[in-house]
T-cell receptor, first 111, second 112 residues
């Protein structure tokens, strides 16, 4: 089955700086890679996703890159703000299989 | 008008009891899931149903039994609750089995 590793487990950045979270996956059949943000006491919510036929996707301050050859993908948040503080999860989905989540990154934005 | 709703939000119960968590989605999605999030925030899938049919059943004790009366509902029944069952349980749904999951607000289960 798919195995997703996520790093770092915790990340603190100054407000206004950029944050990068990295994930690797094991199953080359994975073709869908969503990122979820979970605020304290809330549900995970999709913030951006990418499919395997695309190398990069951007949505305002958030971008995701995918390297299928190396089997890794990353989340980039620029100009970080206090409301970006949350736990972020990457996930990978092989066709016909289950969505497998990474172990999460607790991001803290320091004002 | 909540998309994926689950009840109750909080559940405190004694060891050995049997409890149920209900989930409903009004998005018209075909696939529904149960996830367990432990104290370390790890999100692990437990079950997946597609159009009322069980398609994924992870290594979960058979004290956990999902039931899907129709494709909009997926309930989770837990027998003989144990301390280690304490966690947040999330219901989720997706349009098909190969797209993003939309999560309910979670049920925090505490077994004492």
């Amino acid at each position: 089955g798919e195995n997703v590793e996520q790093h770092p487990s915790t990340l603190s950045v100054q407000e206004g700086d950029s944050a990068v979270i990295k994930c690797t996956y094991s199953d080359s059949a994975s073709n869908y890679f969503p990122w979820y943000k979970q605020e304290l006491g809330k549900r995970p919510q999709l913030i951006i996703d990418i499919r395997s036929n695309v190398g990069e996707k951007k949505d305002q301050r958030i971008a995701v890159t995918l390297n299928k050859t190396a089997k890794h993908f990353s989340l980039h948040i620029t100009e970080t703000q206090p409301e970006d503080s949350a736990v972020y999860f990457c996930a990978a989905l092989p066709t016909g299989e289950k969505l497998t989540f990474g172990t999460g990154t607790r991001l803290t934005i320091i004002p | 008008d909540t998309a994926v709703s689950q009840t109750p939000k909080y559940l405190v119960t004694q060891m050995g009891n049997d409890k149920s968590i209900k989930c409903e989605q009004n998005l018209g999605h075909d696939t529904m899931y149960w996830y367990k999030q432990d104290s370390k925030k790890f999100l692990k899938i437990m079950f997946s149903y597609n159009n009322k049919e069980l398609i994924i059943n992870e290594t979960v004790p058979n004290r956990f039994s999902p039931k899907s009366p129709d494709k909009a509902h997926l309930n989770l029944h837990i027998n003989s609750l144990e301390l280690g069952d304490s966690a947040v349980y999330f219901c989720a749904s997706s349009p098909t089995a190969n797209t993003e999951a939309f999560f309910g607000q979670g049920t925090r289960l505490t077994v004492v």
